[in-house]
């Protein structure tokens, strides 16, 4: 039985490999080879998107709206879109989470707040929302990922 998960793990790394799309989606922390290929494989050519916010809401990543007389009033988060990249997503953003809980996130970054007063498991959903706006710029532009702390303001 190993044997068959150690042949197949192997065959996916090589297919992300080989792919310059996988392999660019797998810079950003969170997406490995297996999210990279579902991405590739069962989202439709990024194009089709106006935004980052259209492919976050295709995966089911954003709350619900409902605004009244100018008042925009943010509810849960949808849940309705593509379920196995949405998954795939959120296991990546839970990894990131776990590690900067346990390794602690560079100061005064958006994790780090958000982490001081936020439950885990809604900052994780949140970092998949911005790792879904960052997936569509990066296939998009056709770029690797830049880390928002290293770039230069």
Do not use: H
């Not at 089911?60 to 990249?85: A, E, F, Y």
């Not at 690797?144 to 290293?150: L, V």
């Amino acid at each position: 039985m190993t044997g068959r998960i150690d042949a197949l793990k192997k065959k996916i790394d090589a297919l992300s490999r080989e792919a310059e799309g996988s392999r660019r989606l797998q810079t950003m922390p969170g997406v490995g080879p297996i999210a990279a290929l579902a991405i590739e494989t069962f989202a439709p050519p990024m194009e089709t998107f106006r935004s980052g916010r259209d492919f976050a809401a295709w995966l089911g990543l954003v709350p619900l709206q409902k605004s009244t007389g100018g008042k925009q009033r943010l509810g849960k988060t949808s849940k309705m879109g593509q379920c196995d990249i949405r998954r795939l997503l959120i296991i990546g953003a839970m990894a990131v989470v776990r590690w900067a809980s346990r390794k602690g996130a560079p100061e005064s970054s958006w994790l780090a707040r958000m982490m001081a007063k936020k439950p885990r498991m809604l900052v994780a959903i949140a970092l998949a929302n911005k790792m879904a706006r960052g997936i569509w710029a990066m296939l998009t532009k056709e770029e690797d990922y830049r880390n928002p702390a290293t770039v230069p303001a």
